[in-house]
């Protein structure tokens, strides 16, 4: 079963930017399509991103389009979510987890138990 660990989140100032990172691991990590989700205080988790194994479709929520770029590096068996212009309302616990696609524009459902996440907080 794919293991998978989030780091990156921390405190930063509205505008900046943060790279969170999800390391993975288990066998053939290039085979899964991943996603990132996030859960504010009060409020449900909601899919912010995703990637295919191979890198060929990344999809995003509406509300960080432009905002927000999802990578993958196979070879070190991590996914990447670069945080550019940073607002308040992005303040969460930031989630990675296999999901069960990325296409057509949408952010599939996840599968597998949710990790500890890593906290992102925008304030000034």
């Known amino acids: 079963q794919l293991q998978l660990v989030e780091s990156g989140g921390g405190l930063v100032q509205p505008g900046g930017s943060l790279r969170l990172s999800c390391a993975a691991s288990g066998f053939t990590f290039d085979y899964y399509a991943i996603g990132w989700f996030r859960q504010a205080p009060g409020k449900e988790r909601e899919g912010v991103s995703c990637i295919t194994g191979s890198s060929s479709t990344t999809n995003y929520a509406d509300f960080v389009k432009g905002r927000f770029t999802i990578s993958r590096d196979n070879a070190r068996n991590t996914v990447y979510l670069q945080m550019n212009s940073l607002k308040y309302e992005d303040t969460a616990i930031y989630y990675c987890?296999?999901?069960?696609?990325?296409?057509?524009?949408?952010?599939?459902?996840?599968?597998?138990?949710w990790g500890q996440g890593t906290q992102v907080t925008v304030s000034s």
């Open positions: 987890i296999q999901v069960n696609y990325c296409a057509g524009a949408r952010i599939g459902q996840p599968r597998g138990s």
